[in-house]
T-cell receptor
């Protein structure tokens, strides 16, 4: 079956350090991936996306890396801030272009 | 403002009752989605629709029903057949891939509690 999952359920980092959140997927047909941030009691917010024809994409303080060979993607957050504390989800499309599946999430805690 | 609106934010239901959650968007998006989120877990896809009058089952469609009579609206009915309906329900919309980016725009969620 298809699944999108995460390696670690929690991650704690010191303010100012870089954070790396990992995600694995199983569907070889997945060609589009998104990282979302969710704060408690709210809907997820888009962070960054990447298509399978790329292996790296950068945003403001964030970088997504995609390794199609091992079906793995990661989200790197530079100079992590207290406001980055949230649950982070990766999502990827299934066999259809528009059916996005989500992983279980990683809770990032930033220590001052 | 453009956005996606879910209502109600909180809903309580007695066992055996059906309940309908509303989702409206004014982003002119063709695709709409319903996800369920349980505590400490990710989002699981219930149903999605890519065009008016058409929708597809996701991974956990049993006990749920949807309709897509208008582009702007995608209501979700949680039926009495859903064995464990207490959860946080999230609606989303997007443009259609691959011609467009597939970024999902989410509502603020509806928290359903069955008493």
């Amino acid at each position: 079956g298809e699944s999108v999952g995460l390696h670690l359920p929690t991650l704690s980092v010191q303010e100012g350090d870089n954070s790396i959140i990992n995600c694995a997927y199983s569907n070889s047909a997945s060609d589009y991936f998104i990282w979302y941030k969710q704060e408690s009691g709210k809907g997820p917010q888009f962070i960054i996306d990447i298509r399978s024809n790329m292996d790296k994409r950068q945003g403001q303080r964030v970088t997504v890396l995609l390794n199609k060979t091992v079906k793995h993607l990661s989200l790197q957050i530079a100079a992590t801030q207290p406001g980055d504390s949230a649950v982070y989800f990766c999502a990827g499309n299934g066999y259809n272009n528009n059916d996005m599946r989500f992983g279980a999430g990683t809770r990032l805690t930033v220590k001052p | 403002d453009g956005g996606i609106t879910q209502s109600p934010k909180y809903l309580f239901r007695k066992e055996g009752q059906n309940v309908t959650l509303s989702c409206e968007q004014n982003l002119n998006h063709d695709a709409m989605y319903w996800y369920r989120q349980d505590p400490g877990q990710g989002l699981r896809l219930i149903y999605y629709s890519q065009i008016v009058n058409d929708f597809q089952k996701g991974d956990i469609a049993e006990g749920y029903s949807v309709s897509r009579e208008k582009k702007e609206s995608f209501p979700l009915t949680v039926t009495s057949a859903q064995k464990n309906p207490t959860a946080f329900y999230l609606c989303a919309s997007s443009l259609i891939r691959p011609a467009n980016t597939g970024e999902l725009f989410f509502g603020e969620g509806s928290r359903l509690t069955v008493l």
